[in-house]
């Protein structure tokens, strides 16, 4: 078994290593230049793991891997421009940097890219690949007009919220894992079920993400706490909150929502005080251990040594207790 | 062999008969939006005859020339995002009855479909249709990048010109035909001498429709003459000019393409009289003829039949030989 370190090494400098077309510059230079913002690799990396847990030659799986990599920063590049992100991992987006013109089509370039090396399997998996691939891919576009259609709605039930989280980020980590497992030969039971891990601890993980905006440890987290909050971004603890919030509660949460000026400091507070008194990470925690339980269970069923699970059940872990 | 008129009708019900989800709407109505606009359905038809040609099953050939027609239409409703452009075949284009993001993903989106619909081949063909489809589609990005570069340069090349018009328009024509060809049962020769004569005949069309744009016969045309020349379009005949005046006039068209307020008539009876005077559009015809008998050369090695050759032979006829 390798290790996951050893794999985000690996993928990274295959990802240094992939080189486009010098002309036109303004195709390709985008596509280099999102790609070399970094990150961990994580996607990529665990294709790798999942041929390397049923026994697959991993260099095998490495231009597929490659493949997730493109195909998610392609996403990235199109959610920024509609998202109008000036920033990008603290380098300006694409859109900013050149323009939207270019930006929408390098992420169609991309796109074409990302078909390319996920193309580059043997004969005898190409169509399960492709249509796992191609599977992902609506599912992906899907959630992400879900997520856009929630900035314009105040009525999302915690069902719909769960819907597009799993389309726009789960069935990705699902479908890397599950074509990842292919590549290594598994059966297609056990792609189906490495699948099935995927999706829900990509569900719990993004809840878990939901839940340390609010409170988590600035300092542990990395990110502004209470940013979902300024932003009246409809993440499970709002959603949960509008729906459970009655009279004098209902009102207060409503007028934190609908008030154009404030002090960020005295909204984080304010809206926080709301979700502890209706109890809402409670809720999102029971919501998120629920989703890692089918994770383990899909888990528990995969035809492989206890200690091949166990190193699953480590990753899985290791992304989910994070430190509030 | 099928009449194309007759395959035309084909593919147009199966356009109509094909379904999307009917969620997330904002996905998938400007989708069926976009197809339902219309239009001679020319390549997909042209996919059905290339098929046809060789003997094969049309049936097995629907799904992807559905996917070349679906791969078109995203194209332009991407294109048509940057070209801000209003309006589609006499309708609101997708961005200005939604919004540019709608456009942007619902094309993401289409550009899925159009993947899914062309792995609708036999195994056995399966790699080598893909990887046309996969050349065809960068080709378009590619090209749509040039075409767009060229607004802000003032010394484009006749060369660079028709590598543009190569990959923007033409690469699409030729990857159809030899998609349908494969599909077919072509040999490997024959598709690519089907590509061959289609990528040469979409160059030579495109410098027809230069030509049209200045001297066709405007109710013959269908579209206002002299467009090209009210917005500075790039043409071969402007590029031409652009190379071959001297002096004043030289000084007379860049005056015309420098001006801001001007009388629209009497531009484009200005700026013909300048391609007059240095016989441009003898240039033009000599350009478009030498690739229409690139593609007469390609076309008369193709291991056919003589009265499929002269089937071909007449199509190309009839899409050279508009009226002036």
Chains 1, 2 share one sequence.
Not at 120 to 146: P, S, Y
Request: glycine residues 6%; charged residues 25%; contains cysteine.
């Amino acid at each position: 078994m390798k290790q996951l370190t050893d794999l985000q090494v690996l993928i990274s400098k295959a990802v240094d290593a992939l080189k486009f077309p010098d002309s036109p510059a303004e195709l390709y230079e985008p596509i280099s230049y999102i790609l070399d913002l970094g990150g961990k690799r994580l996607r990529p990396s665990l294709l790798l793991m999942a041929c390397d847990l049923f026994g697959g030659d991993v260099d095998k799986a490495i231009e597929p891997a490659l493949a997730i990599e493109v195909f998610h920063n392609f996403t990235l590049m199109h959610d920024d421009i509609m998202d109008k992100a000036p920033l990008r991992r603290g380098k300006k987006t694409v859109h900013e940097k050149w323009n939207a013109n270019v930006a929408i089509l390098s992420g169609d370039a991309m796109m074409v890219e990302a078909n390319k090396l996920m193309m580059k399997v043997d004969d005898a998996i190409l169509r399960r690949v492709m249509d796992v691939f191609n599977e992902t891919a609506t599912g992906v576009c899907e959630g992400q007009q879900i997520d856009m259609s929630f900035e314009q709605r105040n009525n999302v039930l915690i069902d719909e919220y769960l819907d597009m989280i799993r389309l726009k980020t789960a069935v990705l980590l699902g479908g890397t894992l599950k074509i990842g497992a292919i590549i290594g030969g598994a059966s297609l039971n056990d792609a189906q079920l490495l699948y099935s891990f995927g999706v829900n601890l990509g569900i719990a993980f993004q809840l878990q993400d939901d839940i340390l905006d609010v409170y988590g440890d600035p300092e542990k987290f990395g990110k502004q706490v209470g940013g979902d909050i300024l932003s009246n971004k409809k993440t499970y603890l709002l959603i949960k909150a509008l729906e459970l919030a009655r009279d004098e509660q209902a009102d207060n949460l409503n007028s934190w929502l609908n008030l154009e000026q404030f002090d960020a400091a005295e909204k984080v507070l304010a809206v926080t005080a709301i979700y502890n008194q209706l109890d809402i990470r409670q809720y999102a925690e029971y919501a998120m251990q629920t989703y890692a339980e089918k994770a383990f269970d899909a888990l528990d069923q995969i035809n492989l040594s206890e200690d091949r699970r166990q190193y699953l059940r480590q990753f899985a872990d290791s992304l989910l207790v994070r430190e509030y």
